[in-house]
């Protein structure tokens, strides 16, 4: 199986024009955001329910504890959301009539939850639909974690974040770029 891609900046851009004329437009916004500033794998993001993130009060949690049913390696972890995740998902939980906790967070038509099979068909659908190839619903994961390592974050860092146990895993997501190398000789 091909490796996912890492999405530039002005491809993200332009998927998110293009999901912007869509339907559920600030769904869709919140659903490619939440791969790209949160890394989660999508069966993760499909299986999240209001509770996950929400507070009680309507405001949004600075962090997603994730049961060990929840993640492929079947351990538990907490996903950190950063403040402009935080609006995004305020903004898109103003289109939801229902707030029960219970309740997928991202709905599918029929107003059920993704199943995690749907969703990776929807961002290969989405990716497509916007002229973006070979993206699939692994890329925001995998652009998160390449974004941080270009920022200097260590990769047991990086780790953590993707909840990994081993940095050898982690190290198959980055991909050098000439950022990073530029970057790394401005060090000398």
């Given at each position: ?31 490619l955001l939440i791969s790209f500033w949160s890394g989660m794998r999508v069966g993760e993001i499909a299986q999240l329910?209001?509770?996950?993130v929400a507070n009680e009060d309507g405001t949004i949690k600075s962090e997603i504890r994730l049961s060990a049913q ?79 390592a270009n920022k200097g974050i260590s990769i047991h860092i990086l780790a953590s974040l993707a909840g990994h146990k ?23």
């Open positions: 199986m091909a490796q996912a891609k890492v999405v530039t900046q002005a491809e993200l851009d332009q998927v998110l024009r293009y999901v912007s004329t869509k339907r559920y437009a600030k769904r869709d916004r919140c659903l329910k209001m509770r996950d929840q993640t492929k390696g079947n351990t538990a972890r907490i996903v950190f959301i950063p403040s402009k995740l935080k609006i995004e998902i305020t903004d898109y939980l103003t289109t939801r009539a229902l707030k029960n906790p219970e309740i997928p967070l991202f709905h599918t038509d029929d107003r059920l939850g993704f199943t995690p099979n749907s969703l990776c068909q929807w961002f290969f659908w989405t990716y497509k639909r916007a002229g973006i190839n070979g993206a699939s619903s692994h890329s925001g994961r995998k652009t998160f974690l390449t974004s941080l081993s940095i050898a895993v982690t190290h198959r997501y980055l991909v050098a770029n000439d950022d990073m190398k530029r970057n790394a000789v401005e060090l000398i």
